[in-house]
């Protein structure tokens, strides 16, 4: 593939990536969803530059602050790893596997259905107010459970991606039984296996613009390190009300796009 020529954007433009990342980055660590900042903010900056590109710098300027998120999450919140340890392999390989699909499927049909899962998923958190805020409640098969769970939600995160953290909070602790410190510190864990899957697929099939990502992946963590201390200080009623507000962004975000295209 010939080698990816895009214009500087200029030091204004590039501080306000950075800007960008530190709020995202922040976002992501508690709930996920910082692509809804990041990506059209490198549409906005690169609009000459193919969707491929964009996507994959994304995902590089992301990785570094959610695994950091993940690190800070492990080392503070006990998780069950009889759960976490499938998991992980399976949300990377279905992740990778939801990329090359992409081929075959245009994703941009998805956008209807998420929309609908999403308003389902808003509806029921604010519905049940104790929601993912009480104790931890022990599922049967919980290694099955998250390993079917990680794969479902890895393969939607290769394919399509936008609100994958927010359905996998969600899943965690409708379907694992955690509370929202618990399922978002799972998350985190998760997002690192299908960030790295993603990124092992566009680099190898397209290009990242390094010099972008890189500055990003710097804000990226410094909003990581502050989000998860701040929902690790505050714990599960404050990553409800972000989930909820992340949640309510993305539908609105999803249904402007239907509406535009």
Same mark, same amino acid.
Not at 74 to 92: H, T
Not at 134 to 152: C, E, F, M, Q, W
Not at 159 to 187: E, K
């Given at each position: 593939?010939?080698? /990816?020529?895009?214009?500087? $954007? +200029? ?7 950075? #800007? ?10 508690? &709930?996920? =969803? ?9 549409? +906005? ?10 996507? =994959? ?8 602050? !959610? ?5 800070? *999450? ?14 992980? $392999? #399976? ?10 699909? &992409? ?35 022990? $599922? #049967? ?7 079917? !769970? ?15 953290? #927010?359905?996998?909070?969600?899943? *965690?602790?409708?379907?694992? =039984? ?8 799972? @998350?985190? /864990?998760?997002?690192?296996? @299908? ?33 998860? *201390? ?14 909820? *507000? ?16």
């Amino acid at each position: 593939m010939a080698e /990816l020529i895009v214009p500087d $954007p +200029g030091a204004a433009l590039l501080l306000l990536l950075a #800007s960008g990342a530190v709020f995202a980055g922040f976002v992501d660590a508690v &709930v996920g =969803g910082g692509g809804l900042v990041q990506i059209p903010l490198l549409f +906005g900056v690169f609009p000459n530059a193919t969707p491929a590109v964009l996507f =994959g710098t994304n995902k590089v300027a992301s990785v570094v602050g !959610t695994a950091s998120a993940a690190v800070q *999450y492990a080392r503070r919140i006990p998780l069950d790893w009889r759960m976490v340890l499938p998991a992980i $392999p #399976s949300a990377l390989l279905f992740s990778w596997l939801g990329a090359r699909s &992409v081929a075959h499927f245009p994703p941009d049909l998805l956008r209807p259905i998420v929309v609908a899962l999403l308003v389902g998923v808003a509806f029921h958190t604010f519905r049940h107010k104790e929601f993912g805020i009480g104790p931890d409640i022990s $599922p #049967s098969h919980p290694a099955l459970r998250a390993t079917v !769970t990680s794969a479902i939600l890895g393969f939607y995160d290769g394919f399509f991606g936008p609100g994958t953290g #927010s359905f996998l909070v969600f899943a *965690y602790v409708r379907i694992l =039984g955690l509370d929202f410190l618990r399922a978002s510190a799972f @998350t985190k /864990l998760t997002n690192v296996a @299908t960030n790295v899957a993603a990124i092992h697929f566009f680099a190898g099939h397209g290009a990242v613009l390094w010099l972008a990502a890189a500055i990003m992946a710097t804000a990226n963590l410094a909003g990581a390190l502050l989000g998860s *201390y701040m929902a690790l200080r505050r714990g599960a009623p404050f990553i409800r009300r972000v989930f909820l *507000y992340a949640v309510c962004t993305l539908i609105a975000k999803l249904s402007w796009d239907i509406a535009t295209h």
